[in-house]
């Protein structure tokens, strides 16, 4: 079993529409939560990071950890077709290595 | 300006070759990484460097030789190289310590393909 999981998609949505991106995982010591975005051909950019359970949001984008189901989630709200990307999800604990999910492909349609 | 750049962006070699690529970081951190990113886009660490130390080493085949001669730079030496190498390598740094965010900055990959 992976340490972190994520369907890898492809996850296609119309612009204007709420996405729902999600990730599990499997060992409870993680603390830190990341999203990261990656357009075709570039590196990954960090896009939302939190620190145990709750939630944070930045302007469209709202990223929420619960421990007690080891579930990580990314929202987008009125997405846009420059969202198109593959979002990778990471969870590290403390100064350990961090974790990747394999990352969903999402593709918004204008 | 770039934070973490690497050199060059695409390699293409044969099978047997020895290659580097190199990275640069300038944003005074105090660790980076090395991580492949492979056909399925899943990213996985290879080596992390604090400080010029060797701090992680994960199961990479000794062919793969990191070097980091000062905090900044930290170059990949591969000898060898086989089909299954071709992938995009990724240089990542961040700042790590006590009060630390962890968060990790990626450079623009090198697309590694081996013929």
């Known amino acids: 079993q992976k340490e972190v999981e994520q369907d890898p998609g492809p996850l296609s949505v119309p612009e204007g529409a709420i996405v729902s991106l999600n990730c599990t995982y499997s060992?409870?010591?993680?603390?830190?939560f990341m999203w990261y975005r990656q357009y075709s051909r570039k590196g990954p950019e960090l896009l939302m990071y939190?620190?145990?359970?709750g939630n944070k949001e930045d302007g469209r984008f709202t990223a929420q950890v619960d421990k007690s189901s080891k579930y990580i989630s990314l929202f987008i709200r009125d997405s846009q077709p420059s969202d198109s990307a593959t979002y990778l999800c990471a969870s590290r604990e403390g100064a350990q290595k961090l974790v990747f999910g394999q990352g969903t492909r999402l593709t918004i349609n204008p | 300006d770039t934070a973490v750049s690497q050199t060059p962006k695409y390699l293409v070699t044969q099978m047997g070759n020895d290659k580097s690529i190199k990275c640069e970081q300038n944003l005074g951190h105090d660790t980076m990484y090395w991580y492949k990113q492979d056909s399925k886009k899943f990213l996985k660490i290879m080596f992390s460097y604090n400080n010029k130390e060797l701090i992680i080493n994960e199961t990479v085949p000794n062919r793969f030789s990191p070097k980091s001669p000062d905090k900044a730079h930290l170059n990949l030496h591969i000898n060898s190289l086989e089909l299954g190498d071709s992938a995009v390598y990724f240089c990542a740094s961040s700042q790590e310590g006590a009060g630390a965010s962890y968060e990790q900055y990626f450079g623009p990959g090198t697309r590694l393909t081996v013929t």
């Open positions: 939190t620190y145990s359970s």
């Open positions: 060992n409870s010591a993680f603390q830190y």
